[in-house]
C-alpha cells in the first residue's frame, strides 16, 4: 500500500519568507511526528500528533515554527520568516497508534533557505 | 533528558568483514531501542528493535541486543555486503507518552567489494 508522502520534496526559499510543509500519513495511521535532518544537530523530533491534537510540541524550535492535523489525516508544518538556521530535512513519520508500533518515514522535504 | 551516543563515522570495511557499531543510551525511564538505516537516495526505515532488557532484534543478518547493564545496544553483522552501504542511527523511545524517536548521530557505513 501507499507509504506516507510528503511533499514538496525539495523548497528553496528566500530568507523570511513563509513556508508549509506536508505530510500525508498511511492510511489509518493515528500517530504523527515530524522530525528535522540538519548537519549540525542530527535527527531531532519537533511535533506529535495523536489525532488531530498535539500532546508533545517540545521539540518545536521556536514560535515561527506551527503545524496542524486535520481530519486526523494530513499535517502541515509552517515556518514563518524562514531564517538560514532551518535549513534541513523535515522528515514526517506515522505510527498506527501511541504504543510500541514501528514509526514509518516519509521520503522527507529538504528546505533551502537563502 | 533522554540521549543517544552511536560511534563517530566514517566507518570504510571490506566485503564480508565482521561490523560492528557501538552504541551507549541515557534513559530517565525504560526506554525501547531500534536501529533504523537510511540507504542512498531512500527514507530512513526501521533495521531492528527491542523492547526490554536482554532482547534481540535481527533483521537481515543484523543483529543489536538491549543490554541494561551497560546500557547499550550495539550493531553487528558477521559478514557485510556491499548492498549494506548506508547510513545507520541508534534510536530510543520512551514507552510511555509520546513515544518519539530520540536518535543518535548516525554512522555511515561504506562497503568496499
Known amino acids: 500500500g501507499a507509504g506516507v508522502s510528503q511533499s514538496p520534496s525539495n523548497k528553496v526559499t528566500e530568507k523570511g519568507k513563509d513556508v508549509e510543509l506536508r505530510c500525508d500519513p498511511i492510511s489509518g495511521h493515528t500517530a504523527l511526528y515530524w522530525y528535522r535532518q540538519s548537519l549540525g544537530q542530527g535527527l531531532e523530533f519537533l511535533i506529535y500528533?495523536?489525532?488531530?491534537?498535539?500532546?508533545?510540541k517540545s521539540g518545536l524550535p521556536s514560535d515561527r515554527f506551527s503545524a496542524e492535523r486535520t481530519g486526523g489525516s494530513v499535517s502541515t508544518l509552517t515556518i514563518q520568516r524562514t531564517q538560514q538556521e532551518d535549513s534541513a530535512v523535515y522528515l514526517c513519520a506515522s505510527s498506527p497508534r501511541q504504543g510500541l508500533y514501528e514509526q514509518y518515514f516519509g521520503p522527507g522535504t529538504r528546505l533551502t533557505v537563502t | 533528558g533522554d540521549s543517544v551516543t552511536q560511534m563517530e563515522g566514517p566507518v570504510t570495511l571490506s566485503e564480508e568483514a565482521f561490523l560492528t557499531i557501538n552504541c551507549t543510551y541515557t534513559a530517565t525511564g525504560y526506554p525501547s531501542l531500534f536501529w533504523y538505516v537510511q540507504y542512498p537516495g531512500e527514507g530512513l526505515q526501521l533495521l531492528l528493535k527491542?523492547?526490554?532488557?536482554?532482547d534481540k532484534g535481527s533483521n537481515k543478518g543484523f543483529e543489536a541486543t538491549y543490554r541494561k547493564e551497560t546500557t547499550s545496544f550495539h550493531l553487528e553483522k558477521g559478514s557485510v555486503q556491499v548492498s549494506d552501504s548506508a547510513v545507520y542511527f541508534c534510536a530510543l523511545s520512551e514507552q510511555q507518552g509520546a513515544q518519539k524517536l530520540v536518535f543518535g548521530q548516525g554512522t555511515r557505513l561504506t562497503i568496499n567489494p
Open positions: 500528533f495523536q489525532g488531530n491534537s498535539a500532546p508533545d
Open positions: 527491542a523492547t526490554k532488557a536482554d
